[in-house]
């Protein structure tokens, strides 16, 4: 009898499970609630932005909520940097670029974490302008070049992409070149650095006791950074080095990020005023969308399948979406004046495609108190139509994942901000 009732307990919960993780959310317009977002340009205590400098510490105000009521606050960083090795291959790609494979060491007292940084640089005489953003498997995994290095660090495991044991695999070497157009980059003249986000941080729950996490002595509370702080604090720490190689236009750095690690990067760029721009791809909830439009990926799902990557605080939201002190259009606020790029695919609406654009709208408000363009238009633009001011927008056709075409349009847009180098 006793077992009887513990495999119908185990029946239920397998069946509710499978349900949950079926079709969660809302995909029907007309039941998305009303709601009403919080305006970037009023305090918390009511009185509204009326110079620039009210506005530094608005931004102030807003980072913080952003810190200590979801992503998590991103200790401060007193350690140092040190190169072990640097891997040159000259003339490469038929003398159109120079490729360097990094291993960095990030010192943080008796601590340490290394990360192996790929880079592929136009030749010419001048400093290159980069994209920077993680790789989900491996830097091995973005080319089919059979030198590139496997990473030692914790991979996800992936049938698709031949990885197992959380090791990466000879066997995903290139897989996912698609999404990595490295040669169409270069003859852009912009150069590309990528990494592995598991080298920074092992996107597991594992406590935060491996990756940058152990780098910090620190006593957790709500407020601790949870695994996307982490990632985004590894782009500022890959930024440092950055700066000091004379091969690149540390002024020029675009980050870009897909999925989490779209999420990831508008925390980034919030978060370090370094990065010159940045590239957001269907990056969805807790990234670019609205949190309070709720549609697609719900709160409830975000927050239990991987409430690590967020700060404890945030749980507290699940299904009380209007108590949040912030929305995802003041990410892109804390951003301005510099340029923003938010690209959604018509099939992904578990990220909620209007989510984003609505998004780049709601935050034009404070570009225009800065004197920039913002987001030109109120109308969603149709498919394969992008839109850009200084923040940027398209939905293309297609799922989840980053197209050759993605690209042309990031690339068309930095020409237009950052063409005169
Ligand atoms: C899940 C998660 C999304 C996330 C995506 C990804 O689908 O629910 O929020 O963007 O993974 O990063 O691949």
């Known amino acids: 009898m006793k077992k009887l009732i513990i495999f119908l307990i185990i029946l239920v919960l397998g069946i509710s499970s499978v349900v949950a993780q079926q079709d969660p959310g809302n995909y029907d317009e007309s039941k998305v609630p009303a709601y009403t977002l919080p305006d970037p340009l009023v305090f918390n205590n009511g009185s509204k932005v009326l110079t620039k400098r009210d506005w530094v510490k608005r931004r102030e105000e807003i980072h913080k909520l952003f810190s200590e009521e979801v992503y998590g606050i991103i200790p401060k960083w007193h350690g140092k940097l040190e190169v072990i090795s640097v891997s040159p291959k000259k003339n490469f790609f038929d003398g159109l670029a120079t490729r360097e494979e990094v291993l960095l060491k990030i010192i943080n007292g008796e601590k340490e974490l290394k990360v ?23 830097n091995h995994t973005i080319s089919n070049e059979p030198d590139i290095s496997l990473t030692s660090a914790w991979t996800r495991n992936n049938d698709l992409y031949r990885i197992s044991g959380h090791k990466a695999a000879e066997a995903s070497r290139g897989m996912l070149a698609s ?90 760029g919030a978060s370090d005023k370094r990065f010159a721009m940045v590239v957001s791809i269907n990056s969805g909830r807790v990234g670019a969308a609205l949190t309070r439009r709720i549609f697609g990926e719900p709160l409830e799902y975000i927050n ?11 749980r507290k939201y699940t299904g009380r979406e209007n108590l949040l002190p912030v929305d995802q259009h003041e990410l892109i606020a804390l951003i301005a004046p510099r340029p923003v790029y938010v690209a959604s695919a018509e099939d992904d609406l ?11 709208v709601a935050a034009s408000s404070v570009y225009h108190f800065l004197g920039k363009m913002g987001f030109p238009s109120q ?36 020409d237009f901000h950052f063409k005169n180098y």
């Not at 239990?304 to 945030?314: I, K, L, Q, R, S």
């Open 116 to 138: 192996l940084i790929l880079i592929y640089l136009p030749n010419s005489s001048k400093p290159a302008p980069v994209f920077l953003g993680y790789n989900f498997y491996g």
């Open 350 to 360: 578990w990220a909620d495609p209007k989510g984003e654009f609505l998004s780049c």
């Open 179 to 268: 999404r990595w157009p490295i040669k169409k980059i270069l003859s852009r003249g912009y150069g590309l650095v990528t990494l592995h986000y598991g080298d920074v941080d092992p996107d597991d729950s594992n406590g935060f006791n491996n990756g940058a996490h152990a780098l910090f002595a620190q006593q957790r509370d709500s407020t601790s950074w949870g695994s996307i702080s982490a990632w985004a604090w590894g782009l500022s720490r890959v930024m440092d080095y950055l700066e000091t190689n004379p091969k690149i236009d540390s002024r020029k750095v675009f980050l870009i990020g897909h999925s989490r690690l779209g999420k990831t990067v508008l925390w980034a």
């Open 304 to 314: 239990t399948a991987v409430p690590y990557w967020f700060c404890d605080n945030f």
């Open 379 to 414: 109308t969603m633009p149709s498919v394969n139509h992008p839109v850009i001011g200084t923040i940027g927008y398209h939905i293309r056709t297609g799922n989840h994942d980053v197209t050759l075409y993605d690209w042309q349009c990031f690339m068309d847009f930095a």
